[in-house]
C-alpha cells in the first residue's frame, strides 16, 4: 500500500490509458433475499486465460474466512455477449479460458451478517466489507478498479466509502486491488456529520461520520462532537494526523440491532458495526477510538509481515501485540484524555490489564510475539473442535495492552512517556511507511531511551520472553494501588459451571490452579466438595468460605459416568485490583497529581 498517495494523485486515464482495467457492476434484483449480481468485467486482458476467484481472508482480520461459499450463478460473457465457459477449480476459484481481451464475469452474492468482517444486504440498508463480496482476477492485481451501484432506491440511499469519487453518480475508483479491498462501502439512508479538526501545520483534517442508526439530528450531531473530541486527542499522541489518501476520513458508523458487533480499522476510514439502539452515549466510543489509532498504529504504521496483504491466506504476524494491543491500550486512555471515563473507571481498565499479564495461563507461558502468531487461528476464526487456548494463548490484544502500560509507566517514571515513543515510531516507520519488525521497535526504543540496554532487556523480558511484571512500584507513581482483590481467601480456579445434579465443569481447567492440579478437567461433573453436596455456585463459594488457602479438602466428581474422588489443595484467590490511593485511604502526593495529570489528563491545546 506504499505510495498510494502518488497513485492516486495521478490522473488514471493518464496513467493507465492502455492497461488492463477492472470495473464492477453492482446491481440488486433479489435485494429482499439478500442477494446481489455483481459483474465483473476484465477489458484489454492480454490473457487468454484468466482465474477469477472469492478472498479467503480480509485487512485487519488475521484468521483465514471463505467467503467463496457465498458465491453461486456463476457464468462469463464475452464482448459481443456471447457465453464463455466457466470451470470451477476451487471451491472459491474460477477459470475462464478462450479470452479474446474483454470477458465479463457475473456471480450472485448473498450476504447477510453485517459487520467488519462479512458484508449484509437488505432492503433497508446495504453493507459491504470488500473480500467478502468482490471477486478478483488474480492476473490482474495491479489493475485499476471501477465500481458502479446500481441502487435500488437512488433517491434516499447515500453511498458512504473511502474510495474515491468520479465525476459519475455512485461511481468508485480504487488504484488497484490492495486499496480496493481495504475500502468498505455501506450504502443506506445514512447520516452524513462533516468536521475539521487542525493539523499540526494548522491546515484541516477533513472527518465525517456515516451514521445509520436511528437517531435524531441533533442526538447525532451531539455524537459527531464526541468522536471530534477523540480524534483530537489522538491527534496529540502522534503530533499529526496522516495525510489521508482523498482528502478525509469516514466513520462508517452502523449503530442498530440489525448488525453484528465488530470494528474494522482502513487506511481511511472505519466500518464500525454495533448491535445497540443508537443512544448517542460515551458507552459507543470505545470502538471509535481504538479504530481510529489504527489509522496510525497499523494502516501506516505497518507490520512487514502483513505487507502485502494476502486475500487466498492470511498472513502470520508477529506484532500484533504492538499493532493491536498498542492501539487497545491508546484507544482506552484516549477516553479517559478526552474526559468520557472517570479515573475510577480507567482503574477497572487498569485492574484487567495487570490481571491479563499476571494471571492469565498464556501470559505465563508464551510471549507477547507468540501470542500474535496465534491470530490466524483465533482472530474470529471458527472451527467446532476444542482447544486449549484457556492455557496455552492469551489474546494480543490486553496483552499487548498490558505491556503498553508497563512500558509508559517504565518511561514516565524515567521522565520519557510511550506518547513520544510512538511519535518516534511514527516518524521512523509510519509517515515514510517503511514496514518494521519486531527488531526494528527495539531499535526506536533503544534512540528514544538513549538507553540501549533498557530497550534490549524490555524486549527479552517481556516482547519476545513472558517474564513477570511487577506493576505496584509503576502504579504508585500515579497515587495508584495494586493489591490482591481477594487477599486470604481460599480459591480452586475460575471455571464455568452449569448448575444440575452436581457442577458440572463447563470451561478448562487452568493449569496451576487447585482443580486441574487434583486432575479435573471440563465435562467432570463435582458432586460433593468438603462432603458436602454441591448442585450450586452459591454452595461451592460458601464451602470455600470456611476454609483458607493450604487447606486440603476432599472433592468428589463423575468422570464419563465414572465416580472418582480427589484431594483438592486451596490456593489463595490471585487476583490483583487496582484503586486509587484515595479510595485506599492513602495520600496523593502533589509528584502523584502531576504523574497522573501528564499521563491519563488531555494534551488537547
Ligand atoms: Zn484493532
Not at 540496554?453 to 511484571?469: E, N, R, V
Not at 465416580?563 to 490511593?581: F, G, S, Y
Request: charged letters at 20%; aromatic letters at 12%.
Amino acid at each position: 500500500m506504499k505510495k498510494l498517495a502518488a497513485l492516486l494523485a495521478t490522473p488514471m486515464f493518464c496513467s493507465y490509458a492502455f492497461a488492463q482495467t477492472i470495473r464492477y457492476d453492482v446491481s440488486f434484483p433479489n435485494i429482499v433475499h439478500h442477494e446481489a449480481r455483481i459483474a465483473l468485467s476484465v477489458s484489454d486482458a492480454p490473457q487468454k486465460e484468466l482465474l477469477f476467484r472469492m478472498s479467503r481472508s480480509s485487512p485487519g482480520r488475521y484468521a483465514t474466512h471463505e467467503y467463496g461459499k457465498n458465491v453461486y450463478d456463476v457464468a462469463a460473457v464475452d464482448k459481443s455477449g456471447k457465453p464463455v465457459p466457466v470451470q470451477r477449480v476451487d471451491g472459491d476459484v474460477y477459470k475462464v479460458a478462450g479470452i479474446n481481451g474483454f470477458v465479463k464475469v457475473e456471480y450472485t452474492l448473498y450476504a447477510n451478517h453485517a459487520d467488519g468482517t462479512y458484508a449484509g444486504i437488505d432492503a433497508s440498508s446495504v453493507h459491504l466489507n470488500m473480500p467478502a463480496a468482490f471477486m478478483w482476477v488474480k492476473e490482474l492485481e495491479k489493475a485499476p478498479i471501477t465500481v458502479a451501484f446500481n441502487l435500488p432506491k437512488a433517491n434516499d440511499w447515500t453511498i458512504a466509502t473511502q474510495l474515491k469519487t468520479t465525476g459519475e453518480a455512485n461511481v468508485f475508483t480504487a488504484p488497484d486491488l490492495q486499496y480496493f479491498m481495504d475500502s468498505p462501502t455501506k450504502i443506506g439512508k445514512l447520516t452524513i456529520k462533516e468536521w475539521t479538526v487542525p493539523n499540526a501545520d494548522n491546515k484541516p483534517s477533513q472527518f465525517r461520520l456515516a451514521l445509520e442508526a436511528k437517531a435524531s439530528d441533533s442526538l447525532a450531531t451531539a455524537f459527531a462532537n464526541k468522536i471530534k473530541r477523540i480524534t483530537e486527542e489522538a491527534r496529540m499522541v502522534f503530533g499529526e494526523f496522516p495525510a489521508f489518501d482523498n482528502g478525509h476520513y469516514t466513520f462508517l458508523a452502523s449503530i442498530n440491532p440489525y448488525v453484528k458487533g465488530d470494528g474494522m480499522e482502513h487506511r481511511n476510514s472505519t466500518m464500525i458495526a454495533l448491535p445497540v439502539a443508537f443512544d448517542g452515549s460515551d458507552n459507543l466510543l470505545g470502538v471509535f477510538s481504538h479504530e481510529f489509532f489504527h489509522t496510525w498504529n497499523v494502516e501506516r504504521i505497518r507490520p512487514k509481515t502483513l505487507e502485502p496483504f494476502n486475500f487466498e491466506k492470511s498472513n502470520m504476524s508477529f506484532e500484533l501485540w504492538f499493532a493491536e494491543g498498542f492501539t487497545q491500550y491508546y484507544g482506552e486512555l484516549l477516553l479517559e484524555r478526552a474526559g468520557f471515563d472517570s479515573l475510577e473507571e480507567y482503574c477497572k481498565t487498569l485492574t484487567s490489564l495487570v490481571n491479563t499479564k499476571e494471571n492469565t495461563a498464556g501470559a505465563k507461558r508464551i510471549s507477547p510475539v507468540q501470542a500474535s502468531s496465534n491470530a490466524v487461528f483465533v482472530d474470529a476464526g471458527v472451527a467446532i473442535d476444542r482447544t486449549n487456548y484457556p492455557n496455552t494463548y492469551t489474546s494480543y490484544y490486553p496483552y499487548g495492552a498490558s505491556i503498553a502500560l508497563a512500558l509508559d509507566l517504565q518511561l514516565r517514571s524515567r521522565g520519557l512517556n510511550l506518547d513520544d515513543f510512538m511519535k518516534a515510531v511514527w516518524a521512523k516507520h509510519g509517515k515514510p511507511e517503511i514496514a518494521y519488525n519486531v527488531s526494528d521497535l527495539e531499535i526506536v526504543l533503544a534512540a528514544y531511551t538513549k538507553d540501549k540496554a533498557f530497550a534490549q532487556q524490555f524486549f527479552a523480558k517481556y516482547i519476545t520472553g513472558h517474564a513477570s511484571l511487577d506493576y505496584g512500584p509503576l502504579l504508585a507513581h500515579a497515587g495508584l494501588l495494586l493489591k490482591k482483590q481477594f487477599e486470604g481467601q481460599a480459591w480452586i480456579g475460575d471455571m464455568h459451571y452449569a448448575e444440575g445434579a452436581g457442577l458440572t465443569i463447563t470451561s478448562n481447567t487452568i493449569v496451576g490452579s487447585p482443580l486441574y492440579e487434583a486432575g479435573l478437567d471440563i465435562d467432570d461433573e463435582i458432586l460433593k466438595v468438603d462432603g458436602r453436596l454441591v448442585s450450586k455456585n452459591d454452595e461451592l463459594i460458601s464451602i470455600l468460605k470456611n476454609h483458607k488457602p493450604g487447606d486440603h479438602i476432599a472433592v468428589e466428581y463423575k468422570h464419563r459416568g465414572e465416580p472418582k474422588t480427589a484431594m483438592l489443595e486451596l490456593a489463595e484467590n490471585p487476583r490483583l485490583q487496582v484503586v486509587t490511593n484515595e479510595d485506599a485511604g492513602k495520600p496523593v502526593s502533589a509528584e502523584m497529581t502531576a504523574f497522573r495529570n501528564a499521563w491519563l489528563g488531555s494534551k488537547w491545546k
